[in-house]
Structure formats: C-alpha cells, structure tokens
C-alpha cells in the first residue's frame, strides 16, 4: 500500500493550495481518508476527513470555511483544496487511509508534504 502526497509548497498569507493523496494497493473506496498535519513542536492534528461513501465529512474548527476535502475514487486520490491560508496554516500535512472491521483496523499513512504559509 502506497500514499503519496503532493501539492505542498511556499505560498503568502491568503493564497490557496490543493494537496492531493494517491492511493495505491488498496481497495480505495473502502477506506476513511483523512488529512492530518503536525507543525513543529506540536502533536499531529486532524485537518478533514471523509468517509468511504463519501457521505460524511468532518473538518477541524480552526479551518472551517476555508478547507474543503474531497475524494475521487475512479482516481483513487482525496484531496484537500486549501483556501485563504494563515500562517498558522504551516504544518507537514498527512493522508490516512483507514478501514475498521469487526476486531481489526488497517491503518496507513503517506510520507507527509510541507506547506509553509509565509510572506
């Protein structure tokens, strides 16, 4: 199983990115995805996830508004579109791909992409 993550980079207070996370190896749309990120000296934080169905989305209060995950499961790749950026923003965001059965949970992670919100 592979995740891959791409679309960070260096971009100034109240500009945009989309990060997206290709999956490979693993029956995509059977799988939660979520984006975390961690910034330095903090504890890694969800930022959004959707469900396999696709049906139910979740977003952390501080991007509200601002953030907006989605998924395609014809491109097994969710991504994360990324608006008015803070510099609080700046983190190395990672996709999860989760799928909980009955006693077990397969758990998997990307390598993390930077995003530096900087003027």
């Known amino acids: 199983v592979q995740l891959v993550e791409s679309g960070g980079g260096l971009v100034q207070p109240g500009g945009s990115l989309r990060l997206s996370c290709a999956a490979s190896?693993?029956?995509?749309?059977?799988?939660?995805m979520t984006w975390y990120r961690q910034a330095p000296g903090k504890e890694r934080e969800l930022v959004a996830a959707?469900?396999?169905?696709?049906?139910?989305?979740n977003y952390a209060d501080s991007v509200k508004g601002r953030f907006t995950i989605s998924r395609d499961n014809a491109k097994n790749t969710v991504y994360l579109q990324m608006n008015s950026l803070k510099p609080e923003d700046t983190a190395v965001y990672y996709c999860?791909?989760?799928?909980?059965?009955?006693?077990?949970?397969?758990?998997?992670w990307g390598q993390g992409t930077q995003v530096t919100v900087s003027s």
């Open positions: 959707i469900r396999s169905a696709g049906g139910s989305i």
């Open positions: 999860n791909a989760r799928r909980v059965l009955p006693g077990w949970a397969y758990d998997y």
């Open positions: 190896g693993l029956v995509f749309s059977s799988y939660d």
